[in-house]
């Protein structure tokens, strides 16, 4: 039976990827790599934040949008309660602002998806390398 | 609620004024900045501020020239078709 949460590899691959999604970052700053993950917190945010800035909350919308949405929940839960905010309609989205607004704020999300990933595989590396030693 | 706080959330709740014209095509810049810090900042061994400024620049130049040259290579392509063509066929395209 696994001693810790640490030892048992599975949990720890969820937890690391569930600390990822939460907070960008948090996967790999709970593998203390502290650099690299203030590096992708400052650079996920900022960027799904200069989409909402650019095209409004509007942007986020689970129901004209999907495919969108599904992007931009990557980038943390948190925007599952800004879809439920801005699906009663009254955030206005148009043009070249709502365009670039819903790419940038889709970006983020796939970007953080990337950096979940990598943190997963970088738990798994450690996790062998723990197994080994 | 402070004035400065009540204008920060609702430039939250309206999209800004952007024209589609040409200097649109800016916004592209933030979004290569952060696609590359994000790529090299999984990418690279360990961060250490110059050579991952480094390397981040050189992603960014390589993005925004690869994107310069298609963005020209789409251009005399649709300028062929929509100017050349009909001219050479006697007619407009539209």
């Known amino acids: ?12 691959l969820i937890v690391i990827g569930l600390l990822a999604w939460i907070v960008p970052g948090g996967g790999h700053f709970a593998l203390n790599q502290r650099r690299r993950a203030i590096v992708i917190l400052v650079t996920v945010v900022l960027t799904f934040l200069v989409g909402l800035y650019a095209g409004s909350i509007g ?7 999907k495919p969108w949405y ?8 948190a925007v599952f309660f800004l879809g439920q905010i801005s699906a009663s309609g ?18 983020a999300g796939l970007l953080n998806l990337l950096c979940i990933v990598n943190a997963i595989y970088t738990a798994h590396l450690e996790g062998l390398k723990g197994a080994r030693a | 609620m402070t004035a400065l706080t009540c204008t920060l959330l609702a430039s939250f709740t309206t999209p800004m004024r952007i024209d589609t014209n ?33 390397e981040t620049a050189l ?33 407009s395209a539209f």
């Open chain 2, 59 to 91: 992603l960014i130049g390589s993005i925004m020239v690869f994107v310069t040259v298609a963005a020209l290579i789409l251009y005399g392509v649709a300028w062929l078709v929509t100017e050349q063509l009909p001219a050479m066929a006697g007619g």
């Open chain 1, 59 to 65: 942007v986020i919308d689970p129901v004209n949008a």
């Open chain 1, 90 to 107: 009254q955030f206005p989205v148009f043009g070249r602002a709502g365009e670039i607004g819903q790419i940038y704020t889709s970006i």
């Open chain 2, 22 to 54: 040409a200097a649109s095509m800016l916004w592209l810049i933030p979004l290569v900045v952060a696609i590359a810090v994000v790529y090299k900042a999984t990418k690279v061994h360990q961060i250490r501020a110059r050579a991952f400024a480094k």
């Open chain 1, 1 to 12: 039976m696994p001693r810790t949460w640490k030892d048992n590899h599975a949990l720890f």
């Open chain 1, 70 to 77: 599904v992007a931009q929940l990557m980038n943390s839960p």
